[in-house]
């Protein structure tokens, strides 16, 4: 009986952490799974009709990261193939909007694709902002396939430290 109880014990917590493992996955994913809605037809019409809409993907990852010090907000995210001119951003009360396209990027010739997994289209991803920020000092650049911003904080939400004097 004892095999049978380490059996049922063993099984228990396999089953346990793969829960916990699925849970952890979703939870991290959720922000960054991005949808993307397909591109205007008419602009991309070769591309379209070598790609049956029902094999393209409208979801995609868009991974992102939020820094908060003590002068500044950074957002980081990973737009790979995207250019500046790909991307629009704005600040919208305490809320990061960024917007843009991931144009559509592939082999020419007779081969035909077996396997698709990127997607393109236009997308849109948010990030709500934990302080307020200065949105018209804000500064974006684009490089090796990553956006990063840097939004200066509100003087009132970046806090004055108060010196004790004795006496």
């Known amino acids: 009986m004892d095999k049978l109880a380490?059996?049922?014990h063993g099984l228990e917590e396999t089953w346990h952490s793969l829960g916990e493992g699925w849970?952890?996955?979703r939870e991290r994913?959720?922000?960054?799974l991005t949808r993307f809605?397909?591109?205007?037809r008419s602009r991309h019409s070769l591309e379209d009709a070598a790609s049956p809409p029902a094999l393209?993907?409208?979801w995609g990852l868009l991974a992102g990261d939020l820094y908060e010090d003590g002068e500044?907000?950074?957002v980081r995210l990973e737009v790979p193939g995207m250019v500046k001119e790909d991307l629009d951003l704005e600040v919208r009360g305490?809320?990061?909007f960024i917007r843009g396209e991931k144009r559509l990027e592939q082999e020419q010739g007779d081969g035909r694709y077996r396997v698709r997994q990127c997607t393109f289209g236009h997308f849109r991803r948010s990030f709500r902002l934990p302080a307020p920020v200065i949105a018209?000092?804000?500064r974006a650049k684009c490089s090796n396939g990553v956006l990063r911003i840097e939004l200066p904080k509100e003087e009132r939400a970046r806090g004055r430290r108060i010196e004790v004097r004795s006496g």
């Open 56 to 58: 393209a993907s409208n």
């Open 136 to 138: 018209e000092k804000a």
């Open 23 to 25: 849970r952890q996955l």
């Open 37 to 40: 809605t397909p591109v205007n």
């Open 29 to 32: 994913a959720s922000e960054s």
């Open 72 to 74: 500044q907000i950074v």
């Open 6 to 8: 380490e059996l049922k």
């Open 94 to 96: 305490d809320v990061l």
